[in-house]
Each structure stands twice: as structure tokens, then as C-alpha cells.
């Protein structure tokens, strides 16, 4: 017997094939590993405000804060009206790929109003490095991308 291939089986075969591609794409994608970027997002946006200040705060000085990446270490300089000044604070090691992969590290500026990090433990990729620290009881806040090759 000799199956005869018309429109309507044509198109029974397309709709099965669609249906296939249907549940196969919802198995797929129920299987991805899908991250915010911010674990505590919500938290964070309400307080985004104190950030916008401290970020101004920085602002208001001519010169800004350099971050240098290379070797294996990274320098920070802080603007020069912070030498000689006690800065408190954190410089939050942010990799937007792998959150498992962050870190922080304290802020301990010396006389000259530099720090040098010890970055050997970088992965190769991009990093965002979040400064946040406060002297004279003004608090400051600075970010900037770097990449460890």
C-alpha cells in the first residue's frame, strides 16, 4: 500500500514538529541557571539614593580616583586632598559573570593616599571595582570596570 503525501498530512507533520520544538525550547529553558545580578536587589535600589550623594560627594573635587590593573596588582589612588587623612572603607571586587567570584578587600590608604591590592587571584575577565569609604565623616563612593587578562 502506497501512503500518498498530500496537504493535509503535510501539514499534521508540521504541527507535530511544532509542538516538539515547543516542549523541547520549555525544557531547555526551565533548565537554565538564571542570576540577578544583586541578590539583595530591592534592598540595595531603596538606599541608591545614599550612593547618588556619596558619588557627588566625590565629584566635588577636580581630580578622581585612578585605578590601575597590572601584574598582578591593582593601585588605587585616591584624589591628593586624602593624603595624610583616616579613610575607612571597602573595595568590593564585583564579577558580573560569576557572583560566587566576588570579594571585598579593606580600604587601607597610606600617607601618599595610594593603596596596592594583591590581584593574582583574578580570574581572566572583567571586573567592576566598587570603592565605598568615608573620611571626615563624608562618605564616598566610586566604581570602574577593570579587565585581568
Same mark, same amino acid.
Given at each position: ?10 501539514? /499534521?507533520?508540521?504541527?507535530? $514538529?511544532? #509542538?516538539?520544538?515547543?516542549?523541547? %525550547?520549555?525544557?531547555?529553558? &526551565? ?37 590601575? /590593573?597590572?601584574?598582578?596588582? $591593582?593601585? #588605587?589612588?585616591?584624589?591628593?586632598? %586624602?593624603?595624610?587623612?583616616? &579613610? ?62
Amino acid at each position: 500500500m502506497k501512503m500518498k503525501f498530500n496537504w493535509g498530512t503535510g501539514l /499534521l507533520i508540521t504541527i507535530i $514538529l511544532f #509542538i516538539l520544538a515547543v516542549v523541547a %525550547f520549555f525544557i531547555w529553558s &526551565s533548565n537554565l541557571d538564571i542570576n540577578l545580578v544583586e541578590d539583595n536587589y530591592y534592598e540595595k535600589e531603596l538606599a541608591y539614593q545614599e550612593k547618588i550623594d556619596k558619588i557627588r560627594n566625590l565629584e566635588s573635587f577636580q581630580e578622581t580616583v585612578k585605578v590601575k /590593573l597590572s601584574q598582578g596588582r $591593582l593601585r #588605587i589612588d585616591l584624589p591628593k586632598y %586624602f593624603m595624610g587623612k583616616k &579613610s575607612e572603607g571597602n573595595v568590593l571586587f564585583y564579577r558580573p559573570s560569576d557572583p560566587g567570584k566576588d570579594f571585598t578587600v579593606p580600604l587601607v590608604i597610606n600617607d601618599s593616599s595610594f593603596q596596592i591590592i594583591d590581584a593574582t587571584r583574578l580570574d581572566p575577565g572583567r571586573y567592576v571595582i566598587k570603592i565605598d569609604w568615608t573620611t571626615d565623616g563624608v562618605a564616598y563612593y566610586y566604581e570602574e570596570a577593570v579587565f585581568n587578562e
